[in-house]
Nanobody, 119 residues
Framework: QVQLVESGGGEVQAGGSLTLSCAAS????????MGWYRRTLGKQRELVAT???????VYGDSVKGRFSISRDNDKNTVTLRMNDLKPEDTGVYSC?????????????WGQGTQVTVSS
């Protein structure tokens, strides 16, 4: 079991920046993918950004060029830096971790943190 605790959500004006952090309850060296998904108004949950254990990053199309993900395996954390925020970025951001095992994958989710971008 892995517990994920998010921090850093809040409210910001359009064009501003926020940084989200996700701390895992155990070492993330064994976590294959770790990152962020979000649920925005009227949309299904979508990928924001994730980073593999080899530090390869994948971003959702709507955040490319604006958001940046980093991963610190020594501190068991993943950080999402969000720049040039837009009102459509408003939503609940959830930390996600995936551990790939021999025949299956275990997935874990944080509680979510609210991000509100005002125009």
């Amino acid at each position: 079991q892995v517990q994920l605790v998010e921090s850093g959500g809040g409210e910001v004006q359009a064009g501003g920046s926020l940084t989200l952090s996700c701390a895992a309850s155990k070492t993330i060296w064994e976590i294959n993918d770790m990152g962020w998904y979000r649920r925005t108004l009227g949309k299904q949950r979508e990928l924001v950004a994730t980073m593999t254990s080899t530090f390869s990053a994948v971003y959702g199309d709507s955040v490319k060029g604006r958001f940046s993900i980093s991963r610190d395996n020594d501190k068991n954390t993943v950080t999402l830096r969000m720049n040039d925020l837009k009102p459509e970025d408003t939503g609940v951001y959830s930390c996600h971790a995936r551990i790939v095992r021999t025949y299956e994958a275990d997935e874990y989710w944080g509680q979510g943190t609210q991000v509100t971008v005002s125009s």
